[in-house]
């Protein structure tokens, strides 16, 4: 069984980078082919892709986003981080990772319950 | 970058009923690589459907997928208490690109 969770803080200030961190299980990044993806949402507002990074380490980014992200992975710990430059306010959102085969990462599988971030001085 | 626009964005309807939601893209969605997800207050979104047709693990035989190229359709018949939610469509581009419609609410009428 595949469960994911998010952690990271739950307020940053305008200009710092967040770091929020997918801790895994049912899967290793090392030997199962399989993708971890994050995804955001802003308060009433519609899901947006940010990042993915794949087993065998090829990382893919939302192009808009791209030069304020960054998404790597620790396999000893069965985690994925994904690090956002820069924070403005308008990031403020619910981020969750979600888990995708590398066969058929067309949708995302499995998600986390997700952690609020928000952006305030 | 393919928009996805879904339809209505609430729909009321009473337990029984049957509900059918809509998404269509601006360009067509290659390789039907379309999903819905179901996501009720404060949780996650859950696969339901990939594929624009098939159904995830343990979802329900209630709801199933129609539809290719530009317009496809999420129906749910004979609502249940708990199937009153958001629900979101998604499509996988290439590069690769994901994105989603802003979401159809369904409420108890």
């Known amino acids: 069984q595949v469960t994911l969770r998010e952690s990271g803080p739950a307020l940053v200030k305008p200009t710092q980078t967040l770091t929020v961190t997918c801790t895994f299980s049912?899967?290793?990044?090392?030997?199962?082919?399989?993708?971890v993806n994050w995804i955001r949402q802003p308060p009433g507002k519609a899901l947006e892709w940010l990042a993915r990074?794949?087993?065998?380490?090829?990382?893919y980014y939302n192009t808009p986003l791209k030069t304020r992200l960054t998404i790597s992975k620790d396999t000893s710990k069965n985690q994925v981080i994904l690090s956002m430059t820069n924070m403005d306010p308008v990031d403020t959102a619910t981020y969750y990772c979600?888990?995708?085969?590398?066969?058929?990462?067309?949708?995302?599988?499995?998600w986390g319950q997700g952690t609020l971030v928000t952006v305030s001085s | 970058e393919i928009l996805l626009t879904q339809s209505p964005g609430t729909l009321s309807l009473s337990p029984g009923e049957r509900a059918t939601l809509s998404c269509r893209a601006s360009?067509?969605?290659?390789?039907?690589?379309l999903a819905w997800y179901q996501q009720t207050p404060g949780q996650a979104p859950r696969l339901l459907i990939y594929?624009?047709?098939n159904r995830a693990t343990g979802i329900s035989d209630r709801f199933s997928g129609s539809g290719s190229g530009t317009d496809f359709t999420l129906t749910i018949s004979r609502l249940e208490p708990e199937d009153f939610a958001v629900y979101h469509c998604?499509?996988?581009?290439?590069?690769?690109?994901?994105?989603f419609g802003q979401g159809t609410k369904l409420e108890i009428k």
């Open positions: 979600a888990s995708s085969s590398w066969y058929q990462p067309y949708e995302f599988d499995s």
């Open positions: 049912g899967f290793s990044l090392s030997t199962s082919k399989m993708c």
């Open positions: 360009q067509s969605v290659s390789g039907n690589y």
């Open positions: 990074i794949d087993w065998d380490d090829d990382t």
């Open positions: 594929g624009a047709s």
């Open positions: 998604q499509q996988y581009g290439s590069s690769p690109r994901y994105t």
